[in-house]
């Protein structure tokens, strides 16, 4: 028998579990396909981000830090810690519960707003802009109808070509998060936000981690001072990482060669425990039935969407990691958010622009806005502020002066362009920052706004009165 629906969703990660329940809220029949498995075939909603990415990760992130503070940093405390060891079973183990807990929550919810939930793989069998059926294979087996179709079906890992992932001795994220014993010697290729998050946390543990970038320097997409700062840090931390790089071969025996030339153009040869892999992922297409149907994508492979994440079909939306723009779990959920908005007949809008980024390495680093250099190459004339957490009382308190805030302001205007910070707890500070942005505040909105004493919320203040060159603590 057909079931019938106003929306299904197909994937139920943070852009279709969201996309779900507020489609619910907005009384509209609401279905949500996952495929996503336990190892004991048991349903897990809440897709990469909850079961192998942000959440996990955050886990080993805050486990691996503590450790490294009772090893290194508690002593100028006066803490004395004896016998200090390592139970990584524990740890995982830990990880794990966190995980589950997110996965449960899930459940939980789609319970509360009666989403009916199939574990399965989704695909489009035909339709139109009457409506739209829709297949699943797998525990979850039925068939269902809607009017509207959101696809949210995530990305995968990218590969490096001749180095397929094994998960034993060749490492994708979720192969990252679950290596039974330390590695001694890590090897990690991609100095992007996998590479750096988890060759920290194996870092931290007690790996030797040499990271492999192919580009000339780390972080790209952030602000050139920011990242400079960041490569500073990661070196005196012992992460080793080497840009420039060209891997050339992989070879897999009881442990993983890697050669590549460096940067000069000399040959090289790196042997490793284990490899992880983090160039990158692709979109999860496959299993749509995508060309049948005649789904388009895009010249990269994502779906195919206009600003409102319409697709080329009638009634059928995406979002997420799927189509275009950041892979990040926030982005996801607002556009599951604005789709589920406008099948209601609602107005909605994401502003790219205003969707603020965080890495979650030691330390931390998040921004949102334009950089230097973009405003630079664009033109805009700006003004910047900055100022260093080493001026700041509770960083100092908390012993962690690493780092700076740093305000981007219109030069004309004061309107705040940007904001890019690294040092402890960017990933909260940033939010001030996206509300401020949100509300086109300037910078010297911020500047007369009272901040707490003492706070480390007390560097945006001082950043952004150091745009007028008035800092008080500088
Ligand atoms: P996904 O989370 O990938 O979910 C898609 C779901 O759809 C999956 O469950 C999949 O099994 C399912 N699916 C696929 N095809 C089908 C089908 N045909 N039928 C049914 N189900 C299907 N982002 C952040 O913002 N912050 C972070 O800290 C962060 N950390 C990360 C750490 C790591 C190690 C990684 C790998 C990623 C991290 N990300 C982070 C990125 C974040 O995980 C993704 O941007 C986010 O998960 C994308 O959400 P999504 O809903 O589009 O897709
Ligand atoms: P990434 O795009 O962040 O970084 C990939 C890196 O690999 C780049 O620096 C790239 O130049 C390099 N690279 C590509 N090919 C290479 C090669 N052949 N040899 C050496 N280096 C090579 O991708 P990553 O780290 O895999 O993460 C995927 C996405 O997941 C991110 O873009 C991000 O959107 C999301 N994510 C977000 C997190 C967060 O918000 N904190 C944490 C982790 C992931």
Redesign the pocket.
């Known amino acids: 028998m057909v079931k019938i629906f106003d929306v299904v969703v197909i994937g139920g990660g943070p852009g279709g579990y969201i996309a779900s329940i507020r489609a619910a809220q907005l009384g509209l029949r609401t279905a949500c396909i996952d495929a996503w498995s336990t190892p004991d075939g048991k349903p897990a909603l809440g897709g990469t981000c909850t079961n192998v990415?942000?959440i996990p990760?955050k886990a080993l992130l805050q486990s691996s830090e503590n450790y490294e503070h009772a090893g290194h940093s508690f002593a100028e405390h006066g803490i004395q810690v004896k016998g200090l060891g390592l139970d990584l079973a524990q740890m995982l183990a830990r990880k794990d519960k966190v995980v589950k807990q997110n996965n449960d929550g899930i459940v939980f919810l789609f319970r509360k707003n009666k989403i009916e939930f199939f574990h399965g793989c989704g695909s489009l069998v035909k339709g139109g802009a009457d409506g739209w059926e829709i297949k699943v294979t797998g525990p979850g087996a039925a068939e269902l109808a809607a009017k509207h179709v959101i696809v949210a079906t995530g990305s995968s890992?990218?590969a490096?070509p001749g180095a397929d992932f094994d998960n034993k001795l060749i490492l994708d994220n979720a192969g990252a998060l679950v290596i039974p014993e330390v590695p001694k010697r890590l090897g990690v290729?991609?100095?992007?936000?996998?590479?750096l998050?988890l060759g920290s946390v194996w870092r931290r543990l007690g790996a030797d981690v040499t990271i492999?970038?192919?580009?000339p320097a780390l972080l790209?997409a952030a602000d050139e001072q920011i990242a400079k700062e960041a490569s500073k840090a990661f070196a005196q931390q012992g992460l080793a990482i080497h840009t420039g790089?060209n891997?050339t071969k992989v070879t897999v025996r009881k442990s993983v060669t890697v050669e590549y030339t460096d940067s000069a153009g000399a040959s090289q040869s790196a042997k490793f425990d284990k490899l992880i892999v983090?160039?990158?992922?692709i979109p999860n297409t496959q299993g749509l039935n995508h060309e049948a149907v005649g789904l388009k994508l895009d010249e990269r492979g994502f779906i195919a969407v206009d600003d409102d994440c319409r697709t080329s079909l009638p009634n059928v939306w995406a979002i997420g990691d799927v189509v275009r723009g950041?892979?990040?779990a926030h982005k996801a959920e607002e556009e599951g958010v604005a789709v589920a908005e406008r099948i209601a007949g609602n107005h909605s809008h994401v502003d790219f622009n205003t969707v603020p980024?965080?890495?979650?390495t030691g330390p931390e680093i998040a921004w949102v806005g334009k950089t230097e250099q973009q405003l630079k190459a664009a033109g805009i004339d700006y003004r910047a502020g900055t100022f260093p957490f080493m001026a700041n009382g509770r960083a100092r308190a908390l012993g962690d002066t690493t780092g700076m805030v740093k305000f981007l302001a219109d030069a004309r205007t004061d309107r705040i362009l940007g904001v890019h910070i690294i040092g402890p707890m960017a990933s909260e500070l940033i939010a001030e920052a996206v509300v401020a942005m949100e509300f086109s505040a300037s910078a010297e909105d911020i500047a007369l706004i009272c901040h707490a004493h003492p706070t480390l919320s007390e560097a945006m203040k001082e950043a952004a009165l150091a745009v007028d060159k008035r800092a008080l603590n500088l």
């Open positions: 990415g942000c990760s890992p990218r490096l290729v991609g100095a992007g936000v996998v590479g998050e492999l970038e192919a580009l790209g790089v891997i983090a160039i990158g992922r950041p892979m990040l980024w965080v890495i979650y």
